[in-house]
């Protein structure tokens, strides 16, 4: 989503080439399952490659400095031969834009912007013929308080749309005054989560933005004109819905105070705006959610795409405390939620540490009751991958570091655009150039989240081929396009997107990598991370991967290791690595990978 105290990444359902509706359809679910489906499009999310667009970065077909629907569908071609599976927009629907299109005034349109719903439908073909299937974004926990159900709630108490949403009266209110807030709630986005309106004399509940008014997920028809809006995407073709911010649907209804987090001096512990912090149980995590979310997956299983059938995936924004409360988020058998709930227990360690990615890998393969997990590094709301593992001299090999981790391991795999050529985070030096609303109200503590939203670099052109030269991007091209574009990188068979290429091929290609398990290998390792992937009937695959600025060599033959000494076959290494006799001496450059099949 779109959090900074603890960012969620919310939930995907996929599906391809169904008939469109028109604007403003209603949505009628079938009567039966879907038909039979064949194994591999039952079943291909479990090694899916997803790649998140920021359409307002990716780029711009019409001039006006803003990427557009338009723009991604020029671009499909390169999106195949990267080879992804699906691409999740993050919104466009029609939004006052105070959080980028999360704040959704209409569920059922595309905003101007990003184009009209011919050009989306166009998307949704041109991916099919390509055999990408198109995500979208489906915010759950609030609409903008410009949506038509706000303006109607929040004109008088007596509307029929009020409780569609969380109101509240005022601590001491009186005629004259609104007193205090209900309680001490806050919003992800600092200072009270409670906002005072005028003229029903009331507080309303954002968990975000004040401009993101909180649904009230007690009330039944909500939860109707919710699985209305998710029929009506699904019959125009989508391959599937991510779940923002899901974690947050329902609050305690008793409206008491949340706990104030203390430091070690029992002070409390103060935010970035010096607002003591509290620890948001009573406004996340509580276990309406569950229900909700089996609720959603039923509607989506039983919509019948007979013109394209395969699985509509369900993918959960899913920050959660520990590997049992990932578990948790999958439902059961009877009772399903998420197909992929996002693991965000990985990719957001923000440290490269062998032990812990270790752990966490073995967290995955071991404790999700055999489900799929997928792996996560990066998104729209983290600073990019140079800013959190990067040592500012081996970038480039640290990133082959990390994808190696998410795709040679078992599970599927979501990227964020530019990272496959090594896109670095650049946030803006001056407070008016500031756009996203995190870093104008926290600046210059908090500069906000324009600096991994930065427009796609294609080539070395003024405007990296984003926009045509001359015209102004919403956000400046960095000026490391110059040498970091998607042109330069193509000529290049040594570069980071030649890396990815070749590692998604492989994922997508061998047996062992496309649905074998993993399994540890010398587990006590502290500076290189090895694991084999393994299926019966196909070679076993050998992943070594240095976590260090020094060379390493491992010998995976070791009675510790657990693998018998064998010949290796290089199937994949780091520019310049060398190609090993067998398990027993695996030479690794500085932040070196080599993956090998075993012969």
């Given amino acids: 989503m779109h959090r900074t105290k603890s960012i969620t990444i919310c939930a995907i359902a996929l599906i391809l080439g169904a008939m469109a509706l028109p604007a403003g359809g209603q949505y009628t679910p079938a009567k039966h399952a879907p038909q039979a489906t064949t194994a591999a499009a039952r079943d291909w ?13 990716f780029q711009d077909s019409n001039g006006d400095g803003i990427g557009d629907l338009n723009g991604i569908t020029q671009r499909m071609d390169y999106l195949k ?35 009209t719903l011919a050009d989306f439908d166009r998307l949704v073909a041109e991916a099919g013929k390509r055999h990408i299937r198109i995500v979208m974004d489906m915010v759950m926990n609030h609409t903008s308080d410009q949506h038509k159900w706000f303006i109607e709630s929040r004109s008088s108490r007596t509307n029929p749309y009020r409780d569609w949403y969380m109101w509240r009266d005022g601590k001491g209110e009186t005629a004259t005054s609104k007193g205090a807030p209900p309680n001490n709630w806050q919003s992800e986005f600092g200072h009270s989560a409670w906002q005072w309106d005028e003229k029903t004399r009331q507080y309303y509940y954002h968990k975000f933005y004040l401009q993101q008014a909180d649904l009230n997920w007690n009330n039944p028809k909500v939860h109707q004109a919710f699985k209305d809006i998710i029929g009506f995407w699904l019959q125009r073709g989508v391959g599937g819905l991510r779940f923002d911010a899901i974690t947050t649907l329902f609050e305690d209804p008793s409206d008491t105070d949340e706990n104030v987090l203390l430091d070690k001096s029992g002070n409390p512990i103060l935010d970035a705006f010096g607002e003591p912090t509290v620890d948001g149980l009573k406004t996340e995590f509580l276990p309406g959610v569950h229900a909700v979310m089996q609720e959603m997956r039923a509607t989506m299983d039983t919509f019948n795409a007979a013109s394209f059938p395969g699985t509509r995936v369900v993918i959960g924004e899913t920050y959660v405390a520990n590997i049992a409360a990932l578990a948790e988020e999958y439902g059961s058998a009877q009772r399903p939620e998420f197909h992929l709930p996002m693991d965000t ?45 990067g040592d500012g001299v081996h970038n480039s090999d640290i990133q082959r570091v990390i994808s190696t981790v998410l795709f040679a391991s078992r599970g599927a795999a979501l990227f964020y655009y530019g990272d496959e050529i090594g896109m670095k985070t650049t946030p803006p030096t001056r407070k008016e150039d500031v756009k996203d609303p995190v870093g104008v109200t926290g600046w210059p503590k908090e500069k906000g989240r324009d600096g991994e939203r930065t427009p796609m670099q294609w080539n070395a052109s003024a405007n990296a081929g984003f926009t045509p030269a001359g015209v102004k991007p919403w956000l400046p091209v960095p000026p490391t396009s110059a040498t970091v574009n998607v042109q330069a990188e193509e000529a290049d068979p040594n570069s980071l997107l030649a890396w990815y290429k070749a590692l998604i091929h492989l994922k997508k290609t061998n047996p062992a990598f496309a649905d074998g398990t ?14 084999m992937r393994q299926r ?25 290791a657990g693998l018998k000494a064998a010949h290796l076959k290089t199937l994949l290494k780091s520019p310049g690595g060398a190609d090993p006799a067998s398990t027993e001496a695996i030479e690794l450059a500085p932040f070196g990978v080599y993956i090998g099949e075993v012969q």
Avoid at 99 to 107: A, E, L, M, Q, R
Avoid at 346 to 374: I, K, S
């Fill in 45 to 57: 999310w479990k090694n899916a490659v997803i790649y998140e667009i920021y359409p307002r970065s």
């Fill in 81 to 115: 031969e990267l080879g992804v599976d699906a691409i999740w927009l993050t919104p466009v629907y029609p939004s006052p834009q105070a959080d980028f299109g999360y704040d959704i005034s209409d569920y059922k349109n595309i905003d101007p912007q990003y184009g």
């Fill in 345 to 389: 227990q990985l990719g957001m360690l923000d440290t490269l540490n062998v032990a812990q990615f270790r752990a966490r890998l073995l967290d995955a393969e071991t404790g999700l009751n055999g489900n799929t997990p997928l792996f996560v590094f990066d998104n729209h709301d983290r600073p990019r991958l140079d800013m959190r593992y």
């Fill in 518 to 531: 993993d399994i540890m290998l010398d587990p006590e390792n502290t500076k290189v991370l090895s694991w």
């Fill in 536 to 560: 019966d009937g196909a070679p076993q695959v050998v992943v070594a991967v240095n976590f260090t600025a020094d060379p390493q060599t491992v010998n995976l033959s070791a009675r510790e």
